[in-house]
């Protein structure tokens, strides 16, 4: 049940990763909005401002995901746990091969416009994206299905 | 109307004299005397020069011709595209046009004026005699052979006249600029007049070949029949072309096959030719039939069989090694060769012409327009021309040459003996002409691949490296309220957009159509309305325009410089503060700048101290902050001062400065707290931070600890520590770049001092960084010269502050890394606070979208930045590339020196984020990769050994070079520093600059004469021969320079002659030699007087100062002087020679 909301809260994050990174990709190239193309606009300002809030959300989402892994072992939930097993461990990874940096994050933005790494991190955010997705409806099913083998016994018993 | 304004700037005046538009021209030339051929050409033409401006029929540019015009211009394109395939020779495709240009308007302008034209058209070829007669015949004749023929002969004539405009009026932009319109308006008479004859040709039902016909008119009768060309291979219709470029194209047409043919022609003394042509034709032709279908890329070289060229090429084909130097005789090439390229056949063939042949023709077509074959004979007029010299040089210019298969592992001397210039775009003439420069933009491959797949299969790198803001010795600027850009792209407008009519002009990037503005009708140069084509800023590639108050955020900033100066004792030590105090001192007023300039200086060593220089005050007050941990302004306001009204103040600081801290016995290092105290204070206003420091900072934020540890400094396993150690110097960075504070590093230090993680703050706020290892005022005079003098340029060099870059690309292309200083603020926008002359960047491209109707691609950079002198302005380069199809004309676009510079770059990104034997055999693999996917799609006959194209025949070579470079060696000792620094140089350093870094040129310099030599100034430069890296190179009783860049080395000989000795280094003998030497005497003999001529002029060329170390056979230098003998082995490298076994072992696997 718990999962099930978080989920949707990771959904959530992982769209705005995308839109993120699609924004950062896309951002200038359609100039047609940018009259004036060399300046900063305040325009391009604010989406810069918007890419950065996006990205610092990557720390909550791993925490996020972690404290519900964290649950299913407690509740036992094995095979809920194995499927999310690998995602945990690639956070892990992706948390600790990030770049040098004081503060937390995950993205240096001096390199972020590296085309692979941009392509990278939009793929990224397109499988979390699936993954989530799938997720949701899973526990989803487990929920009601869980729900309805605690309501139905009553049910008949009446 | 327009009040457009229009000057030609100089810029610092490095004293290039790279030339805008109509000049740039000049500039095309003089690059290509070196290649050989041209020089040829220009003699030949120069005769001609009054006639070529003659014809400009301004009116007829306007009227409608241009629909008519797709077969025609088309027909041209085809041309270049077609012959590409087969063996492209760039820079044959190029010439043609400039002769077609002028020999063709004759003919067609025939027409509207066809009296005085035909004359000269006729008279100027060069071959007359032979021409004239073959062509007359041939009428009769199948077509093919005869046009070519034709073409060829005419050609010559007009090549002159192209050369000629721009090259009179060269020195002034505006003339320049009308001279330019010249040609225009030629071509543009030549393409309405052309469409009537080239209907009635029509009937023949082969719209390309009927153009050529066409032109011939005025010799020829009209009824001829169209020679069976391949119809198709003229078709290609380019969309992207503007009326500009295809007027000149148009008169093109007619050259395209020929234009290999009318080159060579052209070049050589026409007698000669002739009668060459003669004698080999009859017992070419039989051979050549069969083979016509193998379509070998050799062939161009195999061609006429003139002299020493053909003998040269023919050779390297063989593989047999013939004497290149021996010249064969014509016939005898061909026959040894089992191919005939198919533009010999045609010329040489006309009188004998079988029937079959134009039907061979045809179905050839592709090669038999490449007819590169001819442009040898230009380089080869005479044997005496055969100087390997020429031939090397004419090499790389020559597209049939650059596809000529090397045998690298046969070939010893592949060293060109001049420096290797850039090879020329596959473009027509009028279209190269206007190019931009390839000193300010230059592409890996000359020819852009159609399509990611095609670029995968050839496995070379695609990217541009540019040198944006070089100096310019001239430059357009144009003020005008509005500046005409694409309202889609926002592409500025350029030479290569095409004007649909008077009124509308198509995007060269986008291909929208847009209007153009009224004041744009209005031509400031020639004072005409109504020729929009002649503006300046369609007839240069390079132009800076003014801006108006919309491309600025805020007034522009006054010119700020900040001095952030180490006084720790380690700092008082070396003894740099005196020689930055009186270098600021000497050149004060040359600090660009305007009324508004202001200065500061902050030192630093455990405490911050800041000094105030208010106005009024009667001597400098220095303020302390001694709280490094919360640093804070004490007086905002009077700390950054004006210049002019208190340049006493100023000039007191820097006189007491350097006693000032004689005695302290501080040797801690505050950096972190310094620069974020200068960043404090320049951020309300932007500007430029100089940051000098000189040893590792070891003291609050920033700190830094040593990494290095001595003893792996030769270790073979992996280089440790590349990466920075903290992100505090990129942090800092990234908010002085969002402030438009710009930070230059100066390290002197003999200790370690992080240039991994200090470099950050520089290379992300666009800085420049200087390392001057084992700096010290008494013991290392070499270095404290090169100090001076850096910090002289450094100080009145040109800068922009505010600085943005974007660079665009026609739809397709999209840029995937940049590479340099910076901050990249988004994909194709880079944020510059500080622009200098002496940047380069470099940018990896990739294909997104498949290239499949375009016969060129345009790339344009836009550098928006703030003069010191508080004006906005736009200095916008575009850059036109052909788009190719086939893996062979990639390779023949190839430019190496622009791939080694680009492989260089990523290999540096390599080596930071993995490691750097991961870069290293990516280098390795990348030299591989490209020879063996050349072996593969591009060769059409296998043969042993490790083949390369002529003009890739340097890349092994020059990976081999950069796998010894400082950056990137393993098992010889080198300093993380200065590893890092050279990693540093290779990323920022204009490619010119960066390749003497990656491959040392050296000269013998004890028999200097001046045979050859360069006049400038009225000085004599003696040109010495390049000479490999080999010890085998060198001898006990010469003297060697060699130039590595920022640093040169005189090894002197054992038993060099004492003549040498006493005449230049002014020596009794060799034992007198002092241990260190870093000057050369000033003699008054002739020897003393070259040598110090060809070194100050190898200085001259390049915005930093090289120090000159003289090395004796004991002196400690010497080791560092025999490991650049790149092509030998060391203890821990292969030799050239084991390095290319080795390539071929991977490529045959």
Known sequence: ?158 | MSTAGFNSQNGTGTGQTYANGPTQNPVALQQTPGVGYSMNHQQAYNPMQAKAPAPPGPGLYPSGPYQPIPPISSYLLGPQVTSYPSSPGHPLLTRPPMGATPSHTPPLSASPIPGPRMPPAQATPPPPAVSSSSYYQNPQQPMAPVWQYNAATPPMGPAPSMNTPPRGPVTNHVNQAAGLAGPLPQSAAVYSSAPPPHMSSRPAQFSGPGLPPTSMHGYTQPGTAPPPMAPQAYQPVRPAYGPPPTGPPSSMKPTLPPTGTSVASATPPPPNVDAQCGGVVPNVLPPTEPDFQEGDIECPGTVAGNGPQAANSYNHVDNRMAGPTQPAPPGRHLGHYPSLPPGYQNTSAPPVNPPMHPAMQAATQPYTQAPQPFQQPPGGPGPAQLSPSMAAMSLQSNTPEALRVVNLLQERNLLPPSPVSAPTPCLPQDLQKLNCSPEVFRSTLTSIPQTQALLNKAKMPLGLLLHPFKDLSQLPVVTSSTIVRCRSCRTYINPFVSFLDQRRWKCNLCYRVNDVPEEFMYNPVSRSYGEPHKRPEVQNATIEFIAPSEYMLRPPQPAVYLFVLDVSHNAVETGFLSVFCQSVLDNIDALPGDSRTKVGFITFDSTIHFYNLQEGLSQPQMLIVSDIEDIFLPTPDSLLVNLNECKELVQDLLKSLPSLFEKTMETQSALGSALQAAFKLLSPTGGRMSVFQTQLPNLGVGALQSREDPNQRASSKDIQHLSPATDFYKKLALDCSGQQVAVDLFLLSAQYCDMASLGCISRYSAGSVYYYPSYHHRHNPAQVERFQKDLKRYLTRKIGFEAVMRIRCTKGLSIHTFHGNFFVRSTDLLSLPNVNPDAGFAVQMSIEENLDDMQVVSFQAALLYTSSKGERRIRVHTLCLPVANSVSDIFAGADVQAITGLLACMAVDRSVTASLSDARDAMINASIDSLSSYRQFALTIQQPGLLAPTCLRLFPLYILALLKQKAFRTGTSTRLDERMFAMYQLKYQPLAFAMLMIHPALYRVDDLTDEGALNINERTIPQPAILQLSVEKLSREGAFLMDAGTVMYLWIGRNCHPNFLTQVLGVPNYAALPDNLYLLPELDTAESQRTRAFIGWLRDQRPFFPSLHIIRDESQLKPVFMQSMIEDRTESALSYYEFLLHVQQQISK
């Open chain 1, 1 to 158: 049940m718990l999962a099930l909301l978080l989920t949707a809260a990771l959904i959530f994050f992982a769209i705005w990763h995308i839109i993120a990174f699609d924004e950062l990709k896309t951002d200038y190239k359609n100039p047609i909005d940018q009259c004036n193309t060399l300046n900063p606009t305040i325009d391009e300002v604010k989406k810069i401002k918007r890419v950065k809030i996006a990205l610092k959300l990557v720390l909550p989402e791993y925490l996020i995901h972690f404290f519900f892994c964290v649950m299913f072992l407690c509740a036992t939930e094995w095979l809920t746990l194995t499927l999310n097993l690998p995602l945990l461990a690639y956070h892990v990874w992706r948390y600790t091969s990030r770049p040098v940096m004081s503060g937390p994050g995950l993205y240096d933005p001096t390199t972020i416009m590296n085309a692979d790494i941009l392509a990278y991190c939009q793929k990224e955010g397109w499988c979390k994206l699936a993954f989530y997705l799938l997720s949701f409806f899973y526990y989803l099913y487990g929920y009601v299905f869980s729900s309805s083998r605690l309501f139905t016994p009553d049910y008949f018993l009446i």
